[in-house]
């Protein structure tokens, strides 16, 4: 079945420690983003691309780094830098640009130890 | 800037009634497309409905239909014949070109009793 994979589920990180979260689709979708869920928030873009080794970035993009090195590939890493990383993190895919339907994935919760 | 509000934080439908969500949402941009999110406990979040803005008919999607008022920027939600696998988060979507982006509202919790 096509879809997208979000790992680990869930994630802790210690401080001053830059962590990835995976993301993987097998959809052939163009499109890729990731966003940052908190409690009592809607989501919140942090990065998007709409195509191989091309991004962009989105609303709170400070903190965060991506790379799109592969079609079905979108990894987020949380640096050090971004100082209140506990959050959900949710993967996103549309065949074309941002204004087709996007698909999500499960998410990733990061927590800080 | 683009902005989306949802005022109703929760709501609560009884099974097989008929719930409406609102939502509002403010754009200087002609052209935009609304979106309906569901997101049910598991946390994905999973398309209910999409309206474009050029299109005046409101869209449907089996149990669930629009009531979009372009002049009043309002983008409502109704349910009809609510199950009780419609109880979830439902957050209400704006994409406009200039923004290049999708925002979102707060979101509705809505429960589903029997």
């Known amino acids: 079945d096509g879809g997208i994979t979000q790992s680990p589920k869930y994630l802790f990180r210690k401080e001053g420690q830059n962590v990835t979260l995976s993301c993987e689709q097998n959809l052939n979708h163009d499109a890729m983003y990731w966003y940052r869920q908190d409690p009592g928030q809607g989501l919140r873009l942090i990065y998007y691309s709409q195509i191989v080794n091309d991004f962009q970035k989105g609303d709170i993009a400070e903190g965060y780094s991506v790379s799109r090195e592969k079609k079905e590939s979108f990894p987020l890493t949380v640096t050090s830098a971004q100082k209140n990383p506990t959050a959900f993190y949710l993967c996103?895919?549309?065949?074309?640009?941002?204004?087709?339907?996007?698909?999500f994935g499960d998410g990733t919760r990061l927590s800080i130890l | 800037a683009q902005t989306v509000t949802q005022s109703q934080p929760e709501m609560s439908v009884q099974e097989a009634e008929t719930v409406t969500l609102s939502c509002t949402y403010d754009t200087s941009e002609s052209d935009y497309y609304l979106f309906w999110y569901k997101q049910p406990p598991s946390r994905q979040m999973i398309l209910v409905i999409r309206?474009?803005?050029?299109?005046?008919q409101n869209a449907t999607e089996n149990r669930f239909s629009v009531n979009f008022q372009k002049a009043a920027k309002s983008f409502s939600l109704k349910i009809s014949d609510s199950q009780l696998g419609d109880a979830a988060m439902y957050f209400c979507?704006?994409?406009?070109?200039?923004?290049?982006?999708?925002?979102f509202g707060t979101g509705t919790r809505l429960q589903v009793t029997l």
């Open positions: 996103a895919s549309s065949i074309g640009w941002i204004n087709q339907p996007q698909h």
């Open positions: 979507a704006i994409y406009t070109g200039t923004a290049s982006k999708l925002t």
């Open positions: 309206q474009e803005a050029y299109k005046q």
